[in-house]
DNA sequence: AATGAATGAGGATTCATTCAT
DNA sequence: GATGAATGAATCCTCATTCAT
């Protein structure tokens, strides 16, 4: 009688208790907007509800808490992201060169950011860190996709085996990631910045080159 | 200590009214402190005032309201900021070729916000847009020595002409923003940071270098 | 087991205009419960269905609302107890002396209300005033029922005719209702604490007897 | 630099962590009056307020939550009525016989009950299963005190040794406790319920004495 | 300079209740 | 008979802010 966990999307190995349900995806949506445009503090139960035209207590029937619906805010970004990302890579070829699945990766993570149902990025930033905490192992999760990306890169020989991966992953994650709130400001498409995020990395500014 | 005014880089006109006593200091301080640790939710006016052994109202004869508090945050972070990497550029011999005062304004910047006394950039992620916009002129200001730094660098022909600097200045900063972040756990030095920062950009990470 | 109506102690003539059925029992029964374990706040719309495996709206179609279910705990306790104790008396020979009728009464009464079936003492207690008072007729019926009782006793010579009747059955059921909260700690059997109540009352505890 | 705790009056060894102030004094006794006269409901915090013509945010001011109210309304009587009955008790010559202490307690302990100051025991029977817990400790005190009344009486002979005093003693004051419930509809007088409760007690209602 | 006390606006949350299905 | 979804009113509580002292 209880078959909710059948119904799951394979691979999505969350244990995700509560089921799936229009309504809980619209609300997430909404809230996701009002944090990328006002901010977290402008995120209250009330704004919400007025966004999917609903009372503030109706909230509560789709949802536990207002944690709840910020976890999945994050939770539903990552899984997303990291689901486009792999299907990107494994799309290509098994002997595709480095650069060319470096290009592939951040094309849809970057185009992902910007896009429009794709905003937990932006809404990280704004939250407390109690939040930020809870999502931390899906985040690691998504890291180590690019960590494993560039790993492949030193064993075929396209990536300077001097460099500390540990190091640079984070280090070009935060920047890929803060592409949003600039580039809208910039006039820029998200296709120039990935080409600009990937030239640069694997080739420098240096005029030698 | 309290020498901001004179240390406010040229053309930073702000009419700052409000004349500056040892005690804004150490509630800015105090204010950020919290912000950093436990987020913005968390930084209440009893909390601030707890922190500098105050009453809460007593925060009201420092500073009109709780913006002020933060703007100062804020604004006090980029201008030491921007002076501190201002400095470390005009020591330089003029001479200097680019990828050496490229290294020295990295360094420079990556240190500070690391640093203890420096934790405006960790700050400004959980403010409100409202907020953040207020700091912008400031932040532009900034931005702009940076953009001044990569033409030096184009009008040498130590880097590379072809690039948008409109679109690298703020894609590089964004980057190295995000470091104090991950930072801490990855066990790294601000100096590793820095280095692996200057180089990746300079040289890129293609093996063939 | 529905037979209440037909038990109904003659002169409680409640004009019960919806219709019995055995949901509104199960129903009843689970709210009394959790009045008991966990007080009357604790006793939502949503815990009581929870209770009989419903929905909190499903509810409503035994009942009108959620005072209708308080109240019938209430005089469904009481007739019940009326009619336990009536029958108690009623079965014992017409001329059984006064100590022997006390006993009896107490015995059934104080069984009744430490008895799993009979909670509505212990929940009276925690009920709004408002509702209280609904209740009261049903209340001074029963108190009738003592009342006489005690009245036979002064009639045939057994108790003191000094003594105001109408001060010490309010007092003397007041102590014995009170029984279930302290009895369970204190580890009496509620034969103990019957026969307690009613030697008590009979003889004092004087040493002199 | 703390010396907070110097000024408790002696005697009274609750932990008093927060300081007395008339204001506090004020709500709890504007609190108590709400409970009694509609119940545990009607107790919000909006309400409480206004009977001291306050808001209700204010209230936050003195008390931490609307439990810590509630607990002293429990605390506070119970430690007022300890403190009357023992100084009754103890403003007797020593070699006062039994029933006169007897007298002097319950005379004490029903007047204080039905006086205007001392609601506690009638807020007492509205509140949640969880408050009512809190209070245990001061109770058990209470009833110690009165343990000892009649483990006096036992020991002088003047009590009947073959009585349970564990038992007999919550019996006892359960109906004390009651009291206040009937009392004022009966239209008796708190001296007159005292008498009947001592003689009743000492001597019994059966007719021959 | 600082504080004690208060305010008012608003926040999340809970709950009895309704009603179309 | 029962439920899913929603409502609206109320609840406790928090917080920036004010102001007389």
């Known amino acids: 009688m209880r078959v909710r966990s059948a119904r799951r999307p394979a691979g999505t190995a969350t244990a995700q208790v509560t089921k799936p349900s229009p309504m809980r995806g619209e609300i997430v949506a909404a809230a996701a907007e009002i944090i990328v445009r006002k901010g977290y503090a402008a995120c209250t139960m009330r704004a919400v509800a007025a966004l999917v035209d609903m009372k503030a207590g109706s909230l509560y029937y789709h949802f536990k808490s207002k944690d709840e619906i910020v976890e999945e805010i994050l939770n539903q970004g990552i899984e997303t992201l990291h689901a486009r990302v792999a299907e990107a890579l494994r799309s290509l070829p098994a002997d595709a060169p480095f650069a060319g699945r470096l290009s592939a990766a951040v094309g849809v993570h970057v185009a992902s950011l910007v896009g429009k149902d794709q905003q937990h990025m932006h809404v990280y930033e704004h939250l407390p860190p109690v939040i930020k905490r809870r999502s ?42 803060r592409v949003p709130e600039w580039m809208r400001a910039s006039g820029a498409s998200s296709d120039q910045v990935a080409a600009l995020a990937v030239t640069t990395l694997l080739d420098g500014i240096g005029a030698g080159r």
Request: net charge negative.
């Open 136 to 177: 931390r192992k899906m985040r690691e999760t998504y890291t180590r996709l690019w960590l494993d990306l560039f790993a492949g890169g030193v064993a075929s020989g396209e990536v300077d085996a001097g460099i500390d991966l540990h190091l640079l992953v984070p280090y070009f994650l935060g920047g890929l990631n």
